[in-house]
């Protein structure tokens, strides 16, 4: 067998040992393709794979033509928005992610543009703390619930809304469960988002919504860019001069907000919210032990196609 592992944004040195670990121990081949800058490197590196590891890269029908011995593809991570589901299923190929494994690396970073953004971006003048915050999550997966136990310790009040977890469930994490999105952004001083970019929730972060927000409002996304109606939030910040968003997903209109919008609005030079060593080990091993087990085993826990 042989394993393609895909990364334009590579894992750390430790994760792609780990990964060549577990292919050893099977048997199998493995082979690397990090950085890539052209597609055609990818279409050429499919070729005679078994199997890939991928994080944010794109499996499109076009990879999957070209992949003609394919019969797994693993994200590394949690979002799986970059795989063409009915693509895969069309060419028998397995789909799965790696759910939770990234979530705490995620939610870290969360925090660290928090305190960037409530600190003025650290440009000495005097700030404000989060402590006594109401802290706004939205969507109460792997991500949201690692961010309500970080949150806790920066004593912040903390409420969330899911549209597909019950209110009993967040409430059982000691966290506020809010009837809406709308209610939401209305009552919190902050929101962060951690929902997946889908049909429904794209550019569902607009205008009406985020204009909801208090005075001083902040937005943080470290979910998807796809998520947000740009256009939208530029007006409404353009409007109001107090709010602020923090980011580590740059928007397609990353030029105009940062021109606009000096000293409250921040995007990492790279997507890095699963960017740890720790992630990396954790979702790159998983994914490993998950080949492994569909190709030995049958396996198909984590499947995202079925
Ligand atoms: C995820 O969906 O797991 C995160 O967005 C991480 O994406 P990355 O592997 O591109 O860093």
């Given at each position: 067998m042989k394993i393609l592992v895909a990364t334009e944004k590579p894992f750390s040195g430790v994760a792609?040992?780990?990964?060549?670990?577990?292919?050893?121990?099977a048997g199998y081949e493995v082979a690397m393709l990090?950085?890539?800058t052209?597609?055609?490197q990818l279409l050429d590196a499919v070729k005679d794979v078994d199997a890939m590891i991928i994080r944010s890269d794109k499996v499109d029908a076009e990879v999957l033509d070209a992949a003609k011995q394919l019969k797994i593809v693993v994200r590394a991570g949690a979002g799986y928005d970059n795989i063409d589901l009915a693509a895969a299923a069309a060419h028998n190929v397995v789909a799965m992610n790696t759910p939770g494994q990234n979530a705490n690396s995620v939610a870290e970073l969360v925090f660290g543009l928090?305190?960037?953004?409530?600190r003025n971006f650290f440009n000495g003048t005097s700030g404000t703390e989060l402590k006594g915050k109401k802290l706004g999550i939205l969507a109460f997966g792997n991500v949201g619930r690692n961010v309500a136990r970080v949150a806790k310790g920066f004593g912040m009040d903390i409420a969330a809304y899911d549209a597909y977890c019950p209110a009993e469930v967040i409430e059982a994490a000691g966290v506020t469960a809010a009837k809406s999105?709308?209610?939401l952004f209305e009552t919190c001083d902050?929101?962060?988002l951690h929902i997946p970019a889908t049909p429904e929730t794209k550019q569902s972060?607009?205008?009406d919504l985020v204009g909801k927000m208090k005075k001083g409002g902040i937005l943080v996304n470290t979910a998807r860019k796809e998520v947000i109606d740009e256009a939208g939030l530029i007006k409404l910040m353009e409007e109001r001069e107090d709010l602020k968003y923090l980011t580590d997903i740059k928007p397609d209109a990353d030029a105009e907000f940062a021109?606009?919008?000096?000293?409250?609005?921040f995007a990492t030079p790279k997507k890095m919210g699963a960017q740890t060593a720790e992630a990396n080990v954790n979702a790159g091993i998983a994914a490993a032990n998950q080949i492994v087990g569909f190709l030995r085993d049958g396996i198909t826990k984590f499947q995202v196609n079925k």
């Open positions: 792609v040992k780990g990964i060549k670990e577990v292919f050893d121990a990090e950085k890539y052209e597609k055609s928090l305190v960037f953004g409530v999105q709308e209610e902050i929101v962060s972060i607009n205008y021109e606009k919008f000096p000293g409250r609005y």
